[in-house]
Structures are given as structure tokens and as C-alpha cells.
């Protein structure tokens, strides 16, 4: 049984910072990627930052000058860095892992707003 539990998320102010941190039942290794996708309220789920087995990172032109993803191995435990937030932003943000499958977090509530 893999397990994904997200923290972290919150209300923040327009410009604030929150760092989500995902952590893994498993090594994280395991898995041939991790990530974040977020989902705003009548909107598509949407790949925000994505951090493979080797270490490569991807995070979308959107959100790449503001949003970064990391790891801590020896944790287990995967993170998503985000600065100078935006009302856009608010959203669901869910943890993300593909390795013998597609393993999901219960997603963390982000809202930006004054």
C-alpha cells in the first residue's frame, strides 16, 4: 500500500510564500516520478511541478519563476516551494506519484486572499 499524505497548505496573503512538503509510505525512489498537480474549482486538474527519479525537474512557464519543487530522499518527502502567490493560485494541490501505477495524495488546500 503506497501512501502520499500532503501538508502544508493554508490561506496566505497576494505575494506570500507556502511550501507544501508530500510525504511517501516508501522510498520515494520507488517511483519514476513525483509531483504536484493543483485543481482550481471548475477547472481541469493541472500538472504544476514535476520531479523525477534522477533528479530532473519540470515546472510548467506558468508558475516556473515562482514554484519549486525538491526532494528530501531521506525523508521521503517531496516539496513544493511557492513564492510571490497569486489569487490564481488558490487551489487544491495534490501530491502525485507514477511507479508500478498512479498513486495520489488527498490534496491540501491552497487559497490565496486578502
Known amino acids: 500500500q503506497v501512501n502520499l499524505v500532503e501538508s502544508g497548505g493554508g490561506l496566505v496573503q497576494p505575494g506570500g510564500s507556502l511550501r507544501l512538503s508530500c510525504a511517501a509510505s516508501?522510498?520515494?525512489?520507488?517511483?519514476?516520478?513525483m509531483g504536484w498537480y493543483r485543481q482550481a474549482p471548475g477547472k481541469a486538474r493541472e500538472r504544476t511541478a514535476i520531479?523525477?527519479?534522477?533528479?530532473?525537474?519540470y515546472v510548467p512557464d506558468s508558475v516556473k519563476d515562482r514554484f519549486t519543487i525538491s526532494r528530501d530522499i531521506a525523508k521521503s518527502t517531496v516539496y513544493l516551494q511557492m513564492n510571490s502567490l497569486k489569487p490564481e493560485d488558490t487551489a487544491v494541490y495534490y501530491c502525485?506519484?507514477?511507479?508500478?501505477?498512479?498513486?495520489w495524495g488527498q490534496g491540501t488546500q491552497v487559497t490565496v486572499s486578502s
Open positions: 516508501g522510498s520515494i525512489l520507488s517511483f519514476n516520478r
Open positions: 502525485y506519484g507514477y511507479g508500478a501505477g498512479d498513486y
Open positions: 520531479i523525477t527519479s534522477g533528479g530532473a525537474t
